[in-house]
């Protein structure tokens, strides 16, 4: 049912979006997210028998296409699709034998945003804004680690889900009427968007040494840079 109104609300938005008499301008994406917690966006981590195990996040990228059309000279709303690969590093700090292993992965899924902006003029053609909303975040599949010492599974929780989305950042309209922006997004789910169980064997020549089963969660927080560009508007005409 959650789902169902989720995507209700994203029908009725672009409707609206598109349906209005004003100035839309179409363009593209591109975000590289930043590896680390800069802002703390949040660490999954379990320590069980000895062991310390952590999913630090690592560089990424987002890239799609944008809609946004304007109400007036302040006001917008933004919205389109975009690709997004998350990358992460399985770590484990294993006391019992004085080891630590990494193992990499990624979480690739599709984010459908809306956005309202709100602007700030800075200059004639230099203006600063700020934007807020909700995005759908869709993710294709399940992910797995399948090694001697190591067998984990991803399970995502749900095949879609909600989440918060912010934006901070300053645009130059050029006077051909195309426009740059730079600024950083925080991509926040309403919760956890995956599942971890993990079997590991700190001695795999070792026939009596007992695997450890456990699991755990992560987010899918993370900050992002932004660049995009739009194209020239289209203007609707009124009709008289």
Do not use: C
């Amino acid at each position: 049912m959650k789902i169902v109104f989720l995507l209700l609300f994203y029908f009725s938005a672009l409707t609206v979006v598109i349906g209005q008499e004003k100035e839309t301008v179409f363009g593209f994406s591109f975000k590289p997210v930043i590896s680390g917690s800069l802002i703390n966006e949040g660490l999954a981590e379990r320590n069980e028998a000895g062991l310390r195990v952590q999913i630090p996040k690592l560089f990424g990228y987002s890239a799609g296409m944008n809609i946004r059309h304007s109400f007036t000279k302040r006001f917008s709303i933004e919205s389109g699709i975009h690709f997004v690969q998350r990358n992460y590093s399985f770590d484990i700090d294993d006391r019992n034998y004085n080891i630590f292993t990494q193992r990499s992965f990624r979480v690739v899924g599709y984010q459908v945003p809306v956005l309202a902006l709100i602007y700030v003029q800075l200059t004639r053609q230099i203006f600063m804004d700020v934007s807020f909303g909700i995005t759908a975040d869709l993710y294709p599949s399940d992910v797995a680690i399948l090694d001697d010492d190591l067998l984990a599974e991803m399970r995502r929780r749900n095949w879609v889900s909600p989440a918060l989305e912010a934006n901070l950042g300053w645009e130059w309209r050029s006077k051909n009427a195309s426009t740059i922006y730079l600024g950083a997004t925080y991509h926040r789910p309403f919760g956890d968007i995956y599942y971890v169980v993990f079997e590991y064997d700190g001695d795999v020549n070792d026939p009596l040494n007992q695997e450890i089963l456990s699991d755990m969660y992560f987010d899918g927080n993370y900050l992002t840079l932004d660049f995009r560009y739009f194209f020239k508007p289209v203007r609707k005409k009124a009709v008289n």
